[in-house]
Each structure stands twice: as structure tokens, then as C-alpha cells.
């Protein structure tokens, strides 16, 4: 890629692609990245990318390196009309040198990927040749051939599940199709055959005991399948662009840490032992952080196979040793929450210090990032979706012996704060004030009495305006809004050194009454300084 004045030069520069082999032992290509953050596509999903755009080539070296190094070791894509018009500089690009053996001289190839897009091309003399997401089918060498289903396997099996119809794959991929896959996270009852991963099987780099959802290597996969024979056949979920084959016949589900799942899988001699089995799970699920993650089937539980029927049983998984509260307790925590019981309910236990790991919605729930263990209630609820009724899981999270509790407000809905401070008949304009603590730092809350020195926060003037209490732990605040709006949620949070707080509506009426004031006294848990309070903008943020 050398510009043409400097061709004599480039011509005696001996470049290093990879070092292959140091003190006599030889090296795997290892990825190099500029940080430990965790990229959205896999290290398998990049070289099948790759592999399909040259086959048989050999991978020489890979690195996942911000779009400004990009830049610097690529300088020809300076003119590109993405790469350096992309808003933010520091998103992680895939950097990928082969060589290519095809036409009987080994030739250096790079390509490019931006991580976690379907933005992948080759960079040539010319700048990016953009290509297809589209990897080749992965190849599972020798793999058997498997006898057919037999007809009566799932003859015992039930045809529902906790309200929910038992279904094929097939069925179910043509019932996703058919509306474009706008079921959000609606749960799947499916009787398939599943096939656990050879137990010989290896990804590399190896994945943390405790880790999110992720993707498996080829190796490793887990399959489901309506008949054994599609083993292998299928290219499944892992390696197509979804844009052009989202609808496979099979499925590689992504089996969480705390479904138990694969004792029941079986190889004997190097061929797989399929078993009949009915499994709850849901596509889009939000811990799946990958490449167009949406279709992926997550499974939630195993509730049948010929050896054991459906279980009514709460299953408790415990991840974290040090828990000590009895798990009924932690279950009528949680159970106050729901104007409906659960179908099904799952429990897991967790250390603090590994909840994160688990799940990326962590980062909105901050106060179990340490402490207490931390409890974790899946539930099976019924919901409404698009004006029709759909089964669909909950998410709750609580501490070990805590009071506070996160959960889902709905099934498709980012964690908020459960437990809130409710204050009745706040006036007579206000049925109900909820107070919502996010950084545990408020010890009271009453109606306020007196008068204050009052100090506009805005920004939009003449809206929410705060003032000293009796003593330095106490703030009133006072905000307007229209008179027949009577119940109202006050949201408190701590950012970046500052008090931020947000009055939000409770349900909106379509009444045109003139605006009323609201006012609250909050006593904090410890001295606040109220020229540190902000607010949003209700409309923008």
C-alpha cells in the first residue's frame, strides 16, 4: 500500500505479519486489543467473516483496536466516506491480516470490521472494498450421521406450558417470520431434540466460569432440532447475516450459567445421543451483547423430558455461598410487587462482586455491586404486548436480607427502582406521591409546613425550585403541574457529585385545568447542599 514515491523504499522493508514461533515453541495467533472491554462480535464470528471472502486462507494476525489507531495504521481510509466520519472515534474496529494462498503465491490480505456492524471490508491500494456480512457455513469435521426422530418420542409430552402452546421449531420460526420477528421478548414452549456440546470440545479463548450469555464456538454449540438428522446439516444461527437468513430451521441456543441444562446431554464414542425435550426461552433477550443478538434463543428452563415431567417447583440456583436468607422470604419480597402471581418462577444467588458479570443491566442497579449477595427472580408472567396477551419474564433483583428491590416494570422495560417511599393525599390536588430513592440516601419524606427561601433549578423557568430545610439534612421541593393530574412519581438520584431530581406523572389525563404546586420536604442521610440540585428537561432529557 505504499504511495508510488516511495516504492523503492518499500520494496527492501521486510514487514512482520505474525511471529509464528519464538524459542523454538510455536505461538497462536492472539488478538491484540488496546483494552479488556468486551467486544460485541466474537473472535469465531470475525474468522468465519473472513474465511468466507477467502477461503483457505491463513490468519496471520487480529487486533481490536479503536478506530483512531485505525486510521494511523491504515492512513488510505483517511478518504473513506465511513471510518472517519463515525461520530465516535474510539469505537472498536476488527483488523484482520491473512494470507492468501489461492493463487499459488502467498499474498497479504487485510480486512476490516467495524465491531458489532455489518460495516466489513477489504482495504486495498484503493481504500475499503465493502462486503457482504456473510460468513461460509462452519464445517464440523466427520460429523455422524444421526438415525431419525422416532415418531413417538414426545407422545407422553405435555402440549402446554404454563399457558403456553408446546411448538416446533419450524412452527415457531414461521410465526417470528410472519411478523417480522416483532414478539419482543414473548416466551416459546418448544419440543425439540437437543444435542449437548461434545464434551471434548474447547473455545478458545476459554470463557469465565461466570459470564454473561455469549455465543459458543463452533465447537461448543448447543443444538436444538426438530430431527436429529439436521445435526450439522443446518448452518444454524451463529455465522449468516441476519438481514438475509434470520429465519433458520434449527436453533443454537445460548444457555445461561444458571439453567441447568447440559447434565442431561450424552456422547457416546464421539457421536452425540440426542433426548427429547420441551424448553421454555425467548429471543432478544437484553444480557445478549453481540452481534444482531436479537436472534438468538435463550432458554429459561427445561421442563420435560420422557425421564422427568413437567416441575412446578421453584428451581434456586446458588452462584454465591455466603447467602443466608431463606429464599421464601426473598420470593414474598418480590411477590408484593406483581398485581399477578407468576406461571413460573426461577431464583439465582450471587455474589455482589460477580453480579455484573451476568448481566450488563448492572450498571443501572449500582448498589449491588458490593455488599450482600445478590438475589435473582426470573418470573413468568402474563402481559400485553401490541394489544394482545403473551407470556413473558420478569426480572427482580434484591439483596441478601435487603429492603430495596429492582425489577422490570414490564417484561420488555429497563431495571428501575421497585421500592419507593409513598406518600398519600400530598395535598389536595395529589392522591399519591412515589418517591424514588435510586441512591438509597433518603431517611424521610412528609408533606412540608412553613415557608422557605425558595431557589429556582430549571431549566425551564418557573418549574421546579428547591430550599433549605430545618437543618442541613432537609431540602423542600416544589414543582407545577396541571391539577387533575393527582398522582406523581419524584425521581432522586446522585450523578457526578450532584443531586439530580425529576418530577414525572403518573399516567397522563387529557384535561386542560390550570396548573397547581406541589411542594415535599426530604431528610437525607447525610448533610446536602442544594446548590448541588439539577434537573432534566421532562422533554429531552
Known amino acids: 500500500l505504499c504511495v508510488a514515491q516511495r516504492q523503492d523504499f518499500c520494496a527492501r522493508t521486510f514487514v512482520v505479519d505474525r511471529i509464528a514461533e519464538l524459542g523454538g515453541q510455536a505461538l497462536d495467533v492472539q488478538t491484540h486489543r488496546v483494552d479488556s472491554a468486551a467486544a460485541t462480535d466474537l473472535e469465531a464470528d470475525v474468522d468465519a467473516l473472513v474465511r468466507g471472502v477467502a477461503p483457505g486462507a491463513v490468519i496471520q494476525s487480529r487486533a481490536l483496536i479503536p478506530i483512531s489507531t485505525l486510521l494511523e495504521l491504515e492512513p488510505i481510509l483517511i478518504h473513506d466516506l465511513v471510518i472517519p466520519n463515525v461520530a465516535n472515534q474510539e469505537t472498536r474496529v476488527w483488523l484482520v491480516t491473512v494470507t492468501d494462498l489461492r493463487s499459488g503465491v502467498p499474498v497479504a490480505r487485510t480486512f476490516a470490521l467495524i465491531d458489532g456492524s455489518s460495516w466489513f471490508a477489504e482495504i486495498t491500494a484503493d481504500g475499503a472494498r465493502l462486503l457482504d456480512r456473510a460468513a461460509i457455513a462452519p464445517a464440523i469435521s466427520a460429523t455422524p450421521v444421526l438415525p431419525p426422530a422416532p415418531e413417538d418420542a414426545f407422545r407422553d409430552a405435555p402440549r402446554e406450558v404454563a399457558g403456553i402452546r408446546v411448538t416446533t421449531i419450524g412452527v415457531a420460526m414461521q410465526e417470528r417470520q410472519a411478523v417480522m420477528g416483532n414478539l419482543g421478548r414473548d416466551e416459546f414452549a418448544i419440543e425439540a431434540w437437543y444435542i449437548a456440546p461434545n464434551p471434548a470440545a474447547t473455545c478458545a479463548p476459554a470463557l469465565p466460569a ?9 465447537e461448543a454449540r448447543h443444538w436444538l432440532l426438530d430431527d436429529p438428522q439436521q445435526y450439522g446439516v443446518e448452518p444454524g444461527q451463529l455465522r449468516r447475516d441476519p438481514s438475509e437468513d434470520l429465519w433458520p430451521p434449527v436453533l443454537n441456543p445460548i444457555v445461561p450459567i444458571d439453567v441447568p441444562l447440559d447434565i442431561l446431554g ?6 452425540p445421543r440426542p433426548l427429547a425435550v420441551i424448553v421454555l426461552g425467548h429471543f432478544d433477550d437484553v444480557r445478549v451483547d453481540t452481534y444482531a443478538g436479537n436472534v438468538y434463543f435463550v432458554i429459561d428452563a427445561l421442563v420435560w423430558t420422557p425421564r422427568q415431567g413437567p416441575d412446578g417447583s421453584t428451581p434456586i440456583v446458588r452462584l454465591a455461598q455466603d447467602a443466608t ?3 421464601s422470604a426473598v420470593l414474598a419480597r418480590v411477590a408484593r410487587l406483581y398485581p399477578t402471581p407468576a406461571a413460573l418462577t426461577w431464583v439465582t444467588v450471587v455474589d455482589a462482586k460477580d453480579f455484573a458479570s ?4 448492572a450498571v443501572s442497579m449500582p448498589e449491588f455491586s458490593t455488599g450482600a449477595p445478590v438475589w435473582i427472580v426470573r418470573s413468568l408472567v402474563p402481559s400485553e404486548m401490541d394489544g394482545r396477551q403473551r407470556m413473558a419474564v420478569q426480572w427482580a433483583w434484591t439483596a441478601d436480607h435487603g429492603t430495596r428491590v429492582w425489577w422490570t416494570p414490564t417484561p420488555d422495560s429497563q431495571p428501575d427502582l421497585a421500592t419507593t417511599i409513598d406518600l398519600p393525599n400530598l ?7 412515589r418517591l424514588y430513592d435510586y441512591a438509597a440516601q433518603i431517611t424521610k419524606a412528609s408533606a412540608t409546613a412553613g415557608s422557605y427561601a425558595w431557589h429556582e433549578i430549571g431549566p425551564i423557568p418557573d418549574l421546579i425550585d428547591v430550599a433549605r430545610g430545618g437543618n442541613d439534612h ?3 421541593i416544589r414543582w407545577k ?3 387533575c393530574d393527582t398522582e406523581w412519581r419524584l425521581e432522586i438520584n446522585a450523578y457526578q457529585g450532584q443531586t439530580v431530581i425529576q418530577p414525572r406523572r403518573i399516567g397522563a389525563s387529557d ?11 426530604i431528610e437525607f442521610d447525610h448533610p446536602i447542599d442544594i446548590d448541588t440540585f439539577r434537573t432534566g428537561d421532562p422533554c429531552c432529557g
Do not use: F, K, M, Y
Not at 461466570?210 to 463452533?218: Q, V
Not at 451476568?358 to 443491566?361: F, I, S
Not at 384535561?511 to 420536604?521: A, I, M, P, Q
Open 210 to 218: 461466570l459470564h454473561a450469555p455469549l455465543p459458543l464456538c463452533d
Open 266 to 271: 450424552a456422547w457416546d464414542g464421539g457421536v
Open 325 to 327: 436468607e431463606d429464599p
Open 358 to 361: 451476568l448481566d450488563r443491566r
Open 427 to 433: 395535598g389536595s390536588h395529589t392522591s399519591l406521591l
Open 474 to 476: 432537609q431540602v423542600a
Open 481 to 483: 403541574g396541571v391539577s
Open 511 to 521: 384535561c386542560e385545568s390550570g396548573l397547581v404546586t406541589r411542594t415535599v420536604l
